[in-house]
T-cell receptor
Framework: DAGVTQSPTHLIKTRGQQVTLRCSPK?????VSWYQQALGQGPQFIFQ???????QRGNFPDRFSGHQFPNYSSELNVNALLLGDSALYLC?????????FGPGTRLLVL | QKEVEQNSGPLSVPEGAIASLNCTYS??????FFWYRQYSGKSPELIMS????GDKEDGRFTAQLNKASQYVSLLIRDSQPSDSATYLC??????????????FGKGTHLIIQP
């Protein structure tokens, strides 16, 4: 049984660019949450998708947007990248009880 | 503002001893509590979840919850060098922990000395 997968593993962008990160949940999981983890910090909740709708959102600007597809996979889009967006982006999938994390995408903004 | 506080460490424990990790949270509406382990450069890995006051044991790990004191702890018995990692405490309001955004502490860096 494949766990949560994310792509790409690493990404380098320049300020002002846009980026799309992808996540496939564990088999049987219908909920996808996205987190941003800066170096030395705990993950910060960005938003959660369920039934193709954004169900809950953390304290992140509108530059951060997402989408969930009918097969429950999800994308995180970040527009107008800032240097401060450099972080590990984590996707977690769940089906009510517990959130399981994927390996993450490490984004570097230059 | 929901907050989760952890001592960042490093917490250094001799091999074979008990490691005790602590976490406090500010949101009295929190109902689900989790401990994740994160190795350097890797993603968080679930160790334990706890929903009710008291102790919950799983192998060498014991989670303790005291909602009145807004306190969660993790005990690791017979600590091994492979337990050296950052331990993240996470909470959320949902009774089902997957259906709500998690609020994380900054993590405690644990070092097990051989």
């Amino acid at each position: 049984d494949a766990g949560v997968t994310q792509s790409p593993t690493h990404l380098i962008k320049t300020r002002g660019q846009q980026v799309t990160l992808r996540c496939s949940p564990k088999s049987g999981h219908d909920t996808v949450s996205w987190y941003q983890q800066a170096l030395g910090q705990g993950p910060q909740f960005i938003f959660q998708y369920y039934e193709e709708e954004e169900r809950q959102r953390g304290n992140f600007p509108d530059r951060f947007s997402g989408h969930q597809f009918p097969n429950y996979s999800s994308e995180l889009n970040v527009n107008a990248l800032l240097l401060g967006d450099s972080a590990l982006y984590l996707c977690a999938s769940s089906v009510q009880e517990t959130q399981y994390f994927g390996p993450g995408t490490r984004l570097l903004v230059l | 503002q929901k907050e989760v506080e952890q001592n960042s460490g490093p917490l250094s424990v001799p091999e074979g001893a008990i490691a005790s990790l602590n976490c406090t949270y500010s949101d009295r509406g929190s109902q689900s509590f989790f401990w994740y382990r994160q190795y350097s450069g890797k993603s968080p890995e679930l160790i334990m979840s706890i929903y009710s006051n008291g102790d919950k044991e799983d192998g060498r790990f014991t989670a303790q919850l005291n909602k009145a004191s807004q306190y969660v702890s993790l005990l690791i018995r017979d600590s091994q060098p492979s337990d050296s990692a950052t331990y993240l405490c996470a909470v959320n309001r949902g009774r089902k922990g997957g259906a709500d955004g998690l609020t994380f502490g900054k993590g405690t860096h644990l070092i097990i000395q051989p």
